[in-house]
């Protein structure tokens, strides 16, 4: 067993420092575990009995985050295992530690991005995860309070980009109007040339709609149908990418999956829309309308769920697909395919 002082105040002063040395032998990037973590932990000495680990955590208590997980460690700070406060209080007084204690340890180094380290703990319910320095020594901790914090701000960005906004505002109340200009103002001016596309494909067709007017009233119907479509696939992969639910090797099974429902989705709607046709402009618009209904729902829905995957291809962040974006392509795409089946149908 090592010798630990006597004193209570000194003991909580010599490990304080001891940690301090540790975390500031390196500074951390922004946005890791090393950041993350807090020093505030408590430690066990291997070889210690139950009734000397509890008096060690007594003292210790005071100090620490939180005293319901212990992690046994050696004189060179190695991480040996994990021991809860309930196995703790429940074993014999006499009872090694080093045999209650569990040695398969979840843990992090301090490279670890914040995003995964999270992740680890919301999906294996932790209240904290041990984090190691590059030589395998504990050197703090990150709780589940401290991971909650940055799900809400890895939530509240995404859906920042998912909105065309190039990046996190703040207080959304205190923000200023010049704040708010700046944020929004990139992609809105750069879809609004990409809008320009939708207005292209109109004036390619001009002689077929002066020919046949009835095909201006379900246009803005059609192009939004295949813009919320995208928008709702973009969505869902969006989060599923973000969470580790789907990665780029899915991305065919994914395809595959996601042309049977946009089908199924879009011949309802054919057929909810058919009816509109045949009262506004007879037979042939109703075979124009339902058909390309059908078909700019499927082109749609497949923009929106390939995109994400596309831009994380190339190390960009999926959450920009969503909202705008896709709304935009799915627009310009689908005017070209409603004004191009009416052509073929008109000129049968």
């Known amino acids: 067993m090592h010798y630990t ?26 946005g890791t575990a090393g950041a993350l973590m807090i020093s505030q932990y408590t430690h ?22 939180t005293i319901y997980q212990s992690y046994v460690v050696d004189a060179a700070r190695n991480l040996l295992g994990t021991l809860s406060l309930r196995e703790l209080i429940l074993a014999a007084p006499d009872q090694p530690i080093d045999a209650i204690m569990v040695r398969k340890v979840l843990c992090v180094s301090t490279a670890t991005r914040q995003e995964e380290v999270a992740r680890l703990i919301r999906e ?31 939530a509240t960005e995404d859906f920042h980009k998912g909105a065309s906004i190039t990046n996190h505002i703040g207080n959304l109340k205190d923000a200023t109007i010049g704040l708010m200009y700046r944020k929004r103002v990139l992609w809105l001016v750069v879809l609004v040339f990409g809008n320009l596309f939708s207005g292209a494909g109109i004036a390619a067709f001009e002689d077929t709609i002066a020919a046949h007017i009835a095909l201006v009233f379900f246009l803005p119907l059609l192009v939004d149908s295949g813009g919320n479509a995208g928008a709702q696939s973009a969505t869902l992969m969006v989060r599923g990418l973000a969470t580790g639910e789907v990665v780029m090797r899915d991305w065919m099974r994914m395809l595959a999956r996601e042309c049977g429902v946009a089908l199924a989705l879009g011949g309802t709607m054919a057929v909810a829309v058919a009816s509109l046709g045949v009262l506004r402009g007879g037979p042939e618009i109703a075979v124009i309308v339902a058909s390309s209904m059908l078909v700019i729902v499927l082109i749609g829905s497949l923009i929106g769920m390939s995109l994400p995957f596309l831009l994380s291809r190339f190390k960009l962040d999926p959450a920009t697909a969503s909202g705008p974006l896709v709304t935009s392509i799915a627009d310009a795409v689908g005017v070209l395919i409603y004004f191009g089946i009416a052509s073929v149908v008109l000129e049968l």
């Open 5 to 30: 002082p006597s004193n209570p105040l000194e003991l909580r002063q010599a490990a304080q420092a001891q940690r301090d040395q540790f975390l500031q032998a390196d500074t951390y990037e922004t």
């Open 44 to 65: 066990l000495d291997s070889g210690l009995t139950a009734s000397q680990a509890v008096a060690m955590l007594r003292r210790e208590a005071a100090d620490a985050e």
């Open 124 to 154: 294996h319910d932790l209240l904290a995860v041990p984090v190691l320095d590059e030589l395998g020594r504990l050197v703090g901790i990150v709780t589940c309070d401290e991971a909650l914090d940055v799900m809400v701000e890895e």
